[in-house]
């Protein structure tokens, strides 16, 4: 008799300038379906993944959590090395490990964190195309500071999601939303249980408009309130968006959470 399927988790980093998001599409050419093609062929079966969240077309990842089953008998090297060999450049496996059947890439993550990258300057730059979102107006981080201060914590996001999102409910608990300054970089690093779709684009447009003087820096506490998308600011560029963490309970040490020297793409 032969064995049943096992369970891996993948760490996966990748460049999403390029791709039409993670999500399968008709044309073969989103990430899920890259990373599928090159599993199936190591495999020889086909394969199927799921994700811990379904990035956006433009958006990176340097620490998506991606699950499949199969029943090919491999060794580790080959879900990673081997892998690699077959992805576009912009895609690579960091890591591999075996899980029970209990584990789900999606359902199981307790947390996630997003990283967005702001580049200001009175002229675009053209390393940063792609990488970065861009702002030619000086923006007030002090305002900006307080009106991120309004954001954490528990509430219903409705007024920050995208009138596609399919979550059943718009209430997440954003547990981090800090704002720095590295060279011409600002930096937002956010933290939350679950992000709804457009969430993490749909606050740092609003915070960039309050940055910029076109709202006071107690619009954030009114949108929350009011709780309409229209209300709001325009979503904001992909370019500059990271998933850079993913965090499961024990036992599984699959994810990787962003530190303190964690390297800061783009800079």
């Excluded at 591999?96 to 675009?124: I, K, N």
């Amino acid at each position: 008799m032969s064995p049943g399927p096992r369970r891996f988790a993948l760490l996966l980093a990748y460049d999403g300038a390029g791709f039409p998001g993670w999500q399968t599409q008709p044309s073969g050419d989103a990430l899920q379906d890259r990373l599928e093609q090159a599993l199936s062929s190591i495999a020889a079966e086909p394969v199927a993944t799921v994700c811990a969240g379904r990035t956006d077309a433009g958006v990176h990842a340097l620490a998506q959590v991606v699950h499949f089953e199969t029943c090919a008998q491999r060794p580790k090297s080959a879900w990673v090395r081997g892998v690699n060999a077959l992805l576009p450049r912009q895609i690579a496996v960091q890591r591999v490990s075996e899980v029970d059947e209990a584990f789900h890439a999606r359902y199981g993550a307790t947390r996630r964190a997003y990283r967005y990258l702001l580049y200001r300057s009175a002229q675009r730059h053209p390393l940063y195309a792609g990488r970065a979102g861009w702002v030619f107006q000086p923006l007030d981080l002090d305002r900006m500071h307080e009106a991120a201060a309004a954001l954490l914590g528990e509430h219903d996001f409705s007024a920050f999601r995208s009138s596609q999102c399919q979550a059943k409910s718009p209430v997440r608990r954003l547990d981090r939303l800090e704002i720095r300054e590295r060279g011409p970089l600002v930096i937002f690093e956010l933290e939350a249980n679950a992000f709804l779709h457009h969430m993490v684009r749909n606050l740092v447009g609003a915070l960039v408009w309050i940055g910029i003087g076109r709202r006071p820096a107690g619009w954030t506490a009114e949108l929350l309130a009011a709780r309409d998308r229209r209300l709001a600011a325009p979503t904001f560029a992909p370019d500059g968006l990271y998933l850079t963490g993913v965090e499961y309970p024990p036992p599984y040490d699959v994810g990787s959470w962003p530190t303190a020297d964690q390297p800061l793409a783009a800079s």
